[in-house]
């Protein structure tokens, strides 16, 4: 396993899971095709529904097995796919539900009859008792700032627990963190997420490396990192990220 850790390994994504140790990492974060015929370079974005939730299944049942009793999976989609998703991982895996984030952003991309304006982060854990949450990244804001026993509050140092919806606008093509790849989650939410169910030191895992976001966030708050990619020239963009890491985040 050690040959996975911190580097970007070109491979399918269960081959690489099944090279990891049991209970041995600390969260899951990824977010993986969606089904949707996306203009991947390599990869073709059409399977038989019923085919492609057994193949994401397959995914929460390797968590099931490399993730510590204090671990998670955050696992990213649209709201339609993740509702059918949620039943499948509690009847197929001994994960415990914990939380569905909805992720908002006001560029909307297509749909029938409705254009699509969320997705939905679903949250599981090993164990609920054990869990690991960074609080810290569990806080909002107050939306009445100017109120006095708010300020006071805010004065003190005190933040509210914050909505299960965030806000973070898409990674469109003017967005100075664009690359090639054309799904790209924001740095800004992915970062939080990591830091949420990953504690300093601990070991994210990324099986839909991407372009990248969910190692750069590890390698940036001081956490370790295990992702693969099968797309060569997506391997090259996530270790030029990477690289060029304290750029991006300026």
Sequence with gaps: MKELLNVVTRGDCLETMRKIDDASVDSIVTDPPYNQG?????????MDWEAYFAWQL??????????????????????????????????????????????????????????????HWLWFVKDAEQA?????????TFRCPN???LAQKIANGERPVDFDYWTYEIVRNVHKEKTI????????MV????????PVGGIVVD?????????ITAQESGRNFI????????????????????????
């Design 147 to 149: 109120d006095k026993r």
């Design 207 to 215: 099986p839909f490396g991407g372009s990248g976001t969910t190692a």
């Design 58 to 119: 397959e995914i929460f049942v390797e968590a099931e097995r490399i993730l510590k009793p204090s671990g998670s999976i955050v696992w990213l989609n649209y709201p339609e796919i993740a509702a059918t998703m949620w039943g499948k991982v509690l009847d197929g895996t001994k994960l415990e539900p914990f939380e569905i984030i909805h992720w908002l952003y006001s560029v909307n991309t297509g749909g029938n009859p409705l254009r699509k304006g969320t997705r």
């Design 191 to 198: 970062s939080r997420i990591v830091k949420m169910i990953t």
């Design 38 to 46: 996306y203009h991947y370079r390599t990869y073709k974005d059409r």
């Design 132 to 140: 690991y949450v960074g609080k810290e990244e569990t806080l909002g």
């Design 227 to 250: 992702t693969s990619e099968t797309d060569e020239a997506y391997c090259e963009l996530i270790e030029e990220r990477l690289e060029s890491a304290v750029d991006i985040f300026q």
């Design 181 to 188: 790849h054309p799904c790209q989650l924001p740095l800004v």
